[in-house]
């Protein structure tokens, strides 16, 4: 795994436990972005378990919200989380796709 995804993981995490409770300019943006950066460490053997682990997340953030007391910061952090897997997934398919489409 290269320097520059483990910074880019490292990062999205903090941005998105932070961005549960501070309001943070265009952190879906920023969460993306280092999704993407982050998807350059992915592994072959690891990508169907990314993809996977993507849409987990995004639709079990919609639903904690339910937990008293924290539910609402905990599901604000799994978006967030979800948020940098669906760039990090986007990274991945469309890497992909350059593979698929070079002569």
């Known amino acids: 795994m290269s320097q520059v995804a483990?910074?880019?993981?490292?990062i999205a995490v903090l941005v998105a436990i932070v961005g549960a409770f501070v309001g943070?300019?265009?952190a879906a943006t920023i969460l993306i972005v280092l999704g993407v950066v982050a998807s350059?460490?992915?592994?072959?053997?690891?990508?169907?378990l990314l993809l996977l682990s993507t849409m987990?997340?995004?639709a079990a953030g919609m639903q904690l919200a339910v937990i008293p007391a924290v539910g609402d910061v905990v599901a604000t952090i799994i978006r967030n989380l979800g948020l940098a897997y669906l760039g990090a997934s986007l990274g991945v398919i469309l890497t992909a796709l350059a593979r698929r489409l070079k002569p």
């Open 40 to 48: 350059v460490g992915v592994e072959e053997d690891q990508r169907v």
């Open 6 to 10: 483990m910074i880019a993981r490292l």
């Open 24 to 26: 943070i300019p265009y």
């Open 56 to 58: 987990v997340l995004m």
